[in-house]
């Protein structure tokens, strides 16, 4: 079993930045973020298959977001950079010990409690 521990977000303007961080208890091969506002369906935002350097990013934060691991620290971070009002939302951090297809909620085994992101106009 591997908990997983969200923190960093919290209430920025639009244009400013936060740095989402997910730590592991345990080592895992896939991580990603998703996201979920309110009135709308959990959504894909960033992940990596760490052993194959793979990564991926809805087409939404492209340039803007990045994710990145500390492999000692078994932690992830969400870089987010020029954040919208449209990026508010819950960010849930998503972990698996396996290789996964990253945009695919259902592959994912572990999963944070989420952490609020908001984005004032």
Do not use: H
């Amino acid at each position: 079993q591997v908990k997983l521990v969200e923190s960093g977000g919290g209430l920025v303007q639009a244009g400013g930045s936060l740095k989402l961080s997910c730590t592991a208890s345990g080592g895992t091969l896939s991580m990603a973020w998703f996201r979920m506002a309110p009135g709308k369906e959990r959504e894909f935002v960033a992940g990596s298959n760490w052993s194959s350097g793979r990564t991926d990013y809805v087409d939404s934060v492209k340039g803007r977001f990045t994710i990145s691991i500390d492999n000692a620290k078994n932690t992830n971070y969400l870089q987010m950079n020029s954040l919208k009002p449209e990026d508010t939302a819950v960010y849930y951090c998503a972990a698996d010990t396996t290789i996964v297809e990253l945009r695919v909620p259902q592959s994912y085994d572990y999963w944070g409690q989420g952490i609020q992101v908001t984005v004032s106009s």
